[in-house]
């Protein structure tokens, strides 16, 4: 049996934060059922940080992650954590409502500016506009594009500097709590105790609480795709920014020399190796070709991953009433990289007691205890 303080359940963005910030007052074991950190959602993502996702709750927890990204903490990283990609999130004549209020929406968090048609063709001149196109913009110079291999390496080496033990290739099982401790036993039979755990389990935080003997908190795993397929020839894409429309239509941006698209997706799905149906990519190219100027010829590689809500969207950080020391860190939707930082905080607080890290959001806004009736 092996005896920690705390064991992290989930080798992604959410659960190897929270073990790196923990470990430096605590002996902790990060368990992941994977061969590599990032296997799932961390590891597919759009690696976006901006302000066009989620609502004003969302926001505050983005705009209190930025400085760890652009100001990592010295020795955390050699590698950058993310580089300037502009946000355009452009709109159709129609659309112009939803862009005002998108704008008022983000104008406390980013310095905006409002383009027309020129300057999204200046910005970027794929975007269809004129007759039934794009009419008007609103650009975040300011948008990260993460690297989230760095942010992922960074914390596992964090957390082994302060003494605590990444395991892989051990999903947790047979949860029980028993004479203050919770014992949980891998596929490999390899026995771990500790009187707390966090559930950073993703797409089965829910299923990982059932088998602690709690019901679930309906915890939505969704699926998104993205495909990448070659710009326009003889074009340089790679100063081209993460082009949004204000609906859920349609994202895109460069990647490595291609370009990477998005449906913007949601097909609600069980936990599982995600992988992409030929609709949503069939889909996604369909949406390159009607809001831009571009053909996708060949696809170069497509993926999908979950991206896990809880019923009111926002994330979930806090102990569980119903249970001693099964503390809930889940629900991370579509953002989880961009706020992982000051919910690692957040964790960090609530289970040592440092001070409360973000003064828009309250502990009982993240509290498990909202979806317990
Ligand atoms: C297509 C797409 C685009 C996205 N774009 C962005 C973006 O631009 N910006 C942004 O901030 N976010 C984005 N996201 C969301 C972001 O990727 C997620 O919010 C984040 O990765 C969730 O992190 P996590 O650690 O909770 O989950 P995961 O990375 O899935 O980690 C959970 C881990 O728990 C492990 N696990 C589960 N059960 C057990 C068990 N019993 N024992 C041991 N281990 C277990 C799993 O193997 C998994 O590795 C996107 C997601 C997708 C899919």
Redesign the pocket.
């Known amino acids: 049996m092996r005896s920690s303080d705390i064991i992290v359940?989930?080798?992604?963005?959410?659960?190897?934060?929270a073990a790196a910030a923990l470990s430096r007052n605590a002996k902790v074991t990060v368990?992941?059922?994977?061969e590599a950190?990032?296997?799932?959602?961390?590891?597919?993502?759009?690696?976006?940080?901006?302000y066009a996702?989620g609502d004003p709750h969302v926001r505050a927890l983005?705009l209190s992650s930025r400085t760890f990204f652009e100001d990592p903490q010295p020795g955390f990283t050699d590698a950058p954590l993310g580089h300037r990609m502009p946000v355009l999130v452009h709109a159709r004549e129609d659309e112009l409502g939803e862009l005002d209020a998108l704008t008022e929406a983000i104008a406390p968090f980013a310095a905006l500016e409002r383009v027309g048609e020129t300057g999204i063709g200046e910005l970027c001149p794929a975007i269809r506009t004129g007759e039934g196109g794009a009419v008007a913009a609103l650009v975040d110079h300011d948008g990260i594009r993460?690297d989230?291999h760095a942010l992922l390496q960074g914390h596992v080496h964090a957390l082994r500097a302060n003494g605590g033990e990444l395991v892989l290739g051990?999903?947790?099982?047979n949860l029980r709590r028993d004479g203050g401790h919770w014992t949980l036993m891998?596929a490999r039979g390899d026995a771990f105790a500790a009187p707390l755990i966090v559930n950073?389990?993703?797409?089965?935080?829910d299923?990982?609480a059932m088998?602690a003997g709690l019901d679930p908190i309906g915890l939505a795993p969704l699926?998104?795709?993205?495909i990448t397929f070659d710009g326009p020839a003889g074009v340089d894409t790679a100063g081209w920014p993460?082009a949004k429309t204000v609906g859920d239509a349609l994202y895109f941006a460069p990647e490595s020399g291609r370009l990477f698209a998005?449906p913007m997706d949601e097909v609600p799905t069980e936990?599982c190796d995600?992988q992409p149906d030929e609709y949503e990519v069939a889909l996604a190219a369909h949406r390159v070709e009607e809001r831009t100027t571009m053909q996708v010829g060949r696809i170069h590689s497509r993926?999908?991953?979950?991206?896990?809500f809880a019923p009111d969207r926002h994330l979930v950080a806090g102990f569980d009433p119903r249970s001693e020391g099964f503390f809930w860190?889940?629900?991370?939707?579509?953002?989880?990289?961009?706020?992982?930082p000051i919910m690692a905080k957040v964790a960090e607080s609530l289970i040592a007691g440092t001070p409360w890290p973000i003064g828009a959001v309250t502990p009982d806004e993240l509290s498990p205890v909202r979806f317990l009736g």
């Open positions: 359940i989930g080798g992604g963005v959410a659960g190897l934060s368990l992941e059922a994977e950190v990032g296997y799932h959602s961390s590891g597919r993502s759009a690696t976006m940080l901006h996702l983005t993460l989230t051990a999903p947790a099982a891998t950073a389990a993703g797409a089965w935080a299923t990982l088998a699926r998104r795709t993205i993460f998005s936990p995600a993926w999908a991953g979950l991206r896990t860190l889940a629900g991370q939707g579509g953002y989880g990289l961009q706020t992982s």
